[in-house]
Structure formats: C-alpha cells, structure tokens
C-alpha cells in the first residue's frame, strides 16, 4: 500500500509539474506575442522620432528578454520565426523612422515657409497702405501744385521701392524652389494642411495689387510704366522658372488649374500696363517735340522709331538746312541722354526693346547726323571773294594801260 502510494505521488507530482511546465511555455509564447503586437501597434502609431527612440529600446529588451526561447517561440509561431518577428520590428521601426524624420522636416520648411510668407504679407501690407495713403494726399492736394509734386514724387518712390522688395521676394522663392525635387515636393504637399497661406496665393495677391496700381492714375510718369513692364518682365520670366514646382508642390490636386490662373492674371496686368505705357511714351516724345508715327505695341514702337529716323535722314539727304541739324540734335539728346540713358535697361528688359534694336536706331542715327550737319559756304564764298579780286586787278591794269 505504502508502494502504491508513493507511486501515485510521484505521478501526480511529475504530471503537475509537466502541466506546469506546459502552461509556463504557454504563457511565454503569449507575452511574446502580446509583447510582439503592442510594439506593433505603437510604431505604427507614432508621431514623432522622439517617441520611436523609446520603442528602439524595448525592441531590444524584447530580443534580449525572449531570445533563450527562441525554440520555444518558432513552434509557436510557425511558419514565422522569433528573429523574423523581431527584424519584422526594426524594418517596421526604420521605415516609420524615415517616414517621420522626413514630415518632420516637411514641417519644418513649411514652418519656415510660413514665417516667411507671413513677414511677406505684413510688409507687402504696409507698403500698400503707405502707397493708398499717399495717393489720397494727392488727390486732395490738387490745388497746391508743390506739394502735390511732392507727394508724386514720394509715390513714386514708395513704389520703387514696393518693387525692389517683390523682386527680393521673386529671388528668394526661385533659389529655394528651382532645384527642388519631386520628393521634396511631395514632402512638403503632404504638410499643406497646416498653411493658412501659401506662396502662390501670395504671388496671386501682389499681380492683383499690381494690375490695380497700373490702373489708377495717380501721377505716374513713363519712366514709371517702363519699369511696370520690366517688373512685369522679371516676374514672369521667374513664373516660366519655377511656375510648375510651385504649381505641384503647393498646388498638387490642380496643378495646371493654379498654373493657367497665375498665368492669366500675368497677362492681364501687360494689359492694364500697356494701356498707359503706349500712351505714355507718346505723350513723353512728343513734349520734347519728336512726333512720332502712332504705335500701340512693342513691335509698333520700334517700328515708329525707324520710320521717323528714315524720314528724317532723306528730309536731310535732300535740304541740309539749319533747321533740320537742329532737328537731328533734339532727337539725338533725347535718344542718347533720356531714353538710353534712364530707360534702357528697363526697356530691355520689359521687352519693349532690344539691345540690337537701340544699336540698328544708333547706326542710323549716325547716318543721319552725317547728312544733317549743313555744308560749310566759306570755300565758296572765298572762292568768289578772290574771284572778284582778280577780275578787279585785272581791270585795273587795263584801265592804266589805256
């Protein structure tokens, strides 16, 4: 009996400790997986890198804690295997770690972006209202002419520099954006939500304002509308740079849409600067008594200019008269001192005239000085001077003779 029930003992005691060692293998295989899955779920639900350095710790903990039942866990998860499920991890964390590090960044630039813009807009804003203060002064100064040629000129100025400070923001959007690529692009697409604002927008706001400065009559001269053109001119050949990254990146569901409407205000403000310009230049030689041919176009321009050097180089071939040098003279010094000299590279770069159509009106104009300059009377003059003499002397010894 006492045989027996040792026996019994002992085999209740090795089946417990079996089932406890079966249920302790168990319970192994579920922390592993439960472990395995809440590391999961939490690298897929970071949002930052500062949280990914804290689960690069525990992945190693995991490997360091389970790795001596390693067997134990491949039967359990077969066909998967423990430094499978663990490498799973670290691919799983390194690619979340790029993805973050990568819209952190994004977040950054449109951080930046936005701080930029920002400081952009309030100084764009100030400017205007100083613009919009000052051309109410000269509306209401009208009857005091001083002042009001004052505040012209102080509008005039204020615009200039309007126009340096676009031209520095033209240049800071176009380094930072044409050699952007397209995951840069896609990078900071993924962050626009955040931007109350962005450069496109921008750009739209300062052609409207533009297009409506060109409208208003607010004492603008032709120098004024010949640097609108040139502005005109930069603006559009920094949109031809950089108008398609622009369009993708802050623009990305109609890209072609945002494309075609900057493209479309760029063209009405030509329009609205041409209307004055074409004018304008007119008005400008014609007060310095050059009546040129009518003209409504670059091209016309040019072509008025040509056709009045022409005329005026047979008008000369033909009288070479005082009169007609002075003419030449008028033309030259307004040519050479004004248009040249103060508008040239504005009127190239508005693309009203080239530097090889200012040097084909300079040949001609040195053809025309040559026929214009009158024929000098003293050899001739002289001539019948010394002939007279003669002909006295010689009837003078005539006379004595007889």
């Known amino acids: 009996m ?32 439960a472990n ?54 670290r691919n799983r964390y390194n690619a979340t770690s790029v993805n973050l590090t990568a819209l952190e960044q994004a977040n950054e630039r449109i951080d930046d972006l936005m701080a930029q813009v920002d400081d952009f807009r309030n100084r764009l804003a100030e400017m205007d209202e100083e613009i919009a203060d000052l051309k109410q002064q000269i509306d209401r100064s009208s009857a005091n002419e001083r002042r009001q040629a004052a505040l012209i000129r102080q ?29 840069t692009q896609d990078e900071i697409a993924a962050a626009l939500e955040r931007m109350s604002d962005n450069p496109i927008e921008l750009l739209k706001t300062i052609i409207a304002e533009y297009t409506n400065m060109a409208d208003q009559d607010s004492g603008l001269e032709t120098p004024d509308f010949v640097r609108m053109r040139a502005q005109h001119g930069y603006f ?12 993708n990146t802050f623009a990305p569901d109609n890209p072609v849409q945002a494309r075609q409407e900057v493209t479309d205000m ?32 670059a091209s016309t321009f040019n072509n008025a200019l040509n056709q009045y050097v022409d005329n005026a180089i047979e008008v000369s071939r033909e009288s070479n008269s005082e009169e007609d ?16 000299a103060q508008w040239g590279e504005l009127l190239v770069n508005g693309g009203i005239l080239s530097t090889s159509d200012m040097a084909a009106i300079d040949v001609k104009l ?4 040559e026929n214009a300059t009158p024929t000098s009377n003293l050899m001739f003059i002289l ?20």
């Not at 031209?167 to 959007?173: A, K, N, P």
């Not at 329009?271 to 007060?287: E, P, R």
């Not at 001539?383 to 007889?402: C, N």
């Open 2 to 33: 006492k045989t027996t029930f040792s026996t019994i003992v002992a085999l209740l005691f090795v089946t417990s400790a079996t089932l406890y060692a079966q249920q302790s293998d168990y319970q192994i295989q579920q922390d592993f997986r």
């Open 36 to 89: 395995h899955a809440e590391l999961t779920e939490r690298i897929n639900a970071a949002t930052s890198t500062d949280e990914l350095s804290d689960i690069s710790i525990d992945i190693d903990a995991l490997e360091a804690d389970y790795s001596e039942y390693s067997s134990l866990i491949n039967a359990a998860v077969y066909p998967d295997t423990f430094s499978g499920m663990v490498r799973d991890l």
């Open 155 to 183: 509008y005039r100025q204020n615009v200039e520099q309007r126009d340096t400070f676009v031209t520095d923001v033209l240049e800071q959007l176009m380094s930072r954006y044409q050699e952007v690529d397209s995951a």
């Open 236 to 247: 559009s050949d920094v949109w031809n740079r950089i108008g398609d990254r622009l369009a």
């Open 266 to 297: 760029l063209a009405a403000w030509l329009a609205s600067i041409d209307n004055k310009l074409w004018n304008a230049l007119t008005t400008s030689f014609n007060q310095n008594g050059i009546e040129l041919p009518p003209f409504t176009s």
């Open 325 to 340: 040098y002075q003419v030449y003279r008028n033309f030259a010094n307004y040519w050479n001192n004004t248009v040249k």
């Open 366 to 369: 040195n053809e025309w000085g």
């Open 383 to 402: 001539f019948l001077i010394s002939l007279a003499v003669i002909i006295g002397l010689v009837v003078l010894l005539v006379t004595k003779k007889s």
